[in-house]
T-cell receptor, first 113, second 114 residues
Framework: SAVISQKPSRDICQRGTSLTIQCQVD?????MFWYRQQPGQSLTLIAT?????????ESGFVIDKFPISRPNLTFSTLTVSNMSPEDSSIYLC??????????FGSGTRLTVV | AQKITQTQPGMFVQEKEAVTLDCTYD???????LFWYKQPSSGEMIFLIY??????QNATEGRYSLNFQKARKSANLVISASQLGDSAMYFC???????????FGQGTELSVKP
């Protein structure tokens, strides 16, 4: 199955700044997904990233706050913009390999101070 | 809309014993997939086992088995011979159709006691 490298693994950021998280896949994946996991909570889908088109956002998430890029089938980025302490979470990317399997990156543990 | 429910926020099990983690789901689709993931304190998501809605046999992967009861819409994870390293959060997830997004349950925190 595919292996996803996610960077950074953790960061501490000042409120009002932005952080870009990168996910690199070692093989092509059809769909990529970005999740947020708030402390003590489950994973909530932020958006689905398709190559060559705008990401599809879930209810409660907007492009201005979480812009996503997907320039090719092996790479995607998520930016958390104008951060506040409420954005402190684990952010995870996931890829679907076209055969029903889902692989996850190792996660980015974000703390906003 | 699809929904996944895990009703056990926390579970304890003695080392070497078996444990069952509950998961129920709701969907109007005929084609769907059910997944279980393990999340240790490091935060990574580790795939454990998969069950397709059309699979007639219950899935098994080593010490993990999935008790799939389609009529009851349940997909419980059974871990046999628990080990200390099994202590983690466990999430049940569902995919509707093919290649769609995964929706996760609330999770169950499993603690294995020596």
């Amino acid at each position: 199955s595919a292996v996803i490298s996610q960077k950074p693994s953790r960061d501490i950021c000042q409120r009002g700044t932005s952080l870009t998280i990168q996910c690199q896949v070692d093989s092509q994946v059809t769909m990529m997904f970005w999740y947020r996991q708030q402390p003590g909570q489950s994973l909530t889908l932020i958006a689905t990233a398709n190559q060559g088109s705008e990401a599809t956002y879930e209810s409660g998430f907007v492009i201005d706050k979480f812009p996503i890029s997907r320039p090719n089938l092996t790479f995607s980025t998520l930016t958390v913009s104008n951060m506040s302490p409420e954005d402190s979470s684990i952010y995870l990317c996931s890829g679907e390999d076209g055969q029903g399997g889902y692989t996850f990156g190792s996660g980015t543990r974000l703390t906003v101070v | 809309a699809q929904k996944i429910t895990q009703t056990q926020p926390g579970m304890f099990v003695q080392e070497k014993e078996a444990v069952t983690l509950d998961c129920t789901y709701d969907t109007s689709d005929q084609s769907y997939g059910l997944f279980w993931y393990k999340q240790p304190s490091s935060g990574e998501m580790i795939f454990l086992i998969y069950q397709g809605s059309y699979d007639e046999q219950n899935a098994t992967e080593g010490r993990y088995s999935l008790n799939f009861q389609k009529a009851r819409k349940s997909a419980n994870l059974v871990i046999s011979a628990s080990q200390l390293g099994d202590s983690a959060m466990y999430f049940c997830a569902m995919r509707e159709g093919q290649g769609g997004k995964l929706i996760f349950g609330q999770g169950t925190e499993l603690s294995v006691k020596p």
